[in-house]
């Protein structure tokens, strides 16, 4: 149980790390040099850590009956104004963080599908790339609820016009109590889906 507990934490860390990195490198590609400017484009966890969220809540929620692991990393600091994107802009740096869970999660998921039947690795690593598989799916999944702060609040907000960005500003004043009712309301949904989409990339069942 306490292995189980240290591989998911683990596997959450490097996870969160890489969705932070990719949102930063994406704000650089569209013309915001400020994550590299903060010494934020690394992949050094220390940069990125955020003693509640990486640490606490993923230990406590690995100590939950129910299997589910959820965590964030410090958010990675950005100008939209230096975006060459408009309006998308924010939308394309918010959904860099999921589309680096979901590459991750196939990348991984494949290796497991591959190489456990051919030997390449015991099944001590079998579970570590499991818990990675699982952790990136979760992660993706959450993001995506249009719930600030959440990334798939931003590609939501930047699909409505203009005169609808009052109930960004509504949501936004809100978004540590809706993401603390999201983690716990949304898991009996996000994880049969997480379970569906591990078995349609390894081919094994959870």
Not at 102 to 125: D, E, H, K, N, Y
Not at 152 to 160: E, N, Q, V
Request: glycine share 8%; charged share 10%.
């Amino acid at each position: 149980m306490e292995i189980t507990i240290i591989f998911s934490i683990a596997a959450l860390i490097m996870s969160v790390v890489i969705h932070e990195v990719a949102h930063g490198a994406v704000a650089g590609l569209l013309g915001d040099p400020t994550a590299r400017l903060a010494g934020r484009l690394t992949l050094n966890p220390l940069k990125h850590l955020d003693p509640i969220g990486s640490v606490v809540v993923p230990a406590i929620m690995a100590l939950l009956p129910g299997g589910l692991i959820f965590g964030w990393a410090k958010p990675m600091p950005y100008n939209p104004f230096n975006l060459r994107a408009g309006q998308w802009g924010p939308a394309l740096v918010a959904a860099a963080g999921p589309a680096s869970n979901l590459l991750l999660a196939i990348f991984f998921g494949l290796v497991l599908r591959f190489g456990l039947p051919a030997g390449w690795f015991g099944q001590s690593t079998a579970e570590f790339i499991t818990l990675i598989v699982f952790v990136n799916l979760v992660l993706m999944l959450f993001n995506l609820i249009p719930v600030p702060p959440l990334d798939g609040s931003k590609i939501l907000f930047a699909c409505l016009p203009y005169h609808f960005r009052f109930i960004e500003e509504q949501f936004t004043r809100y978004s540590l109590i809706l993401v603390i009712i999201v983690i716990f309301a949304a898991s009996g949904l996000i994880l049969p889906i997480t379970t569906f989409f591990f078995s349609l990339i390894t081919g094994f069942n959870l």
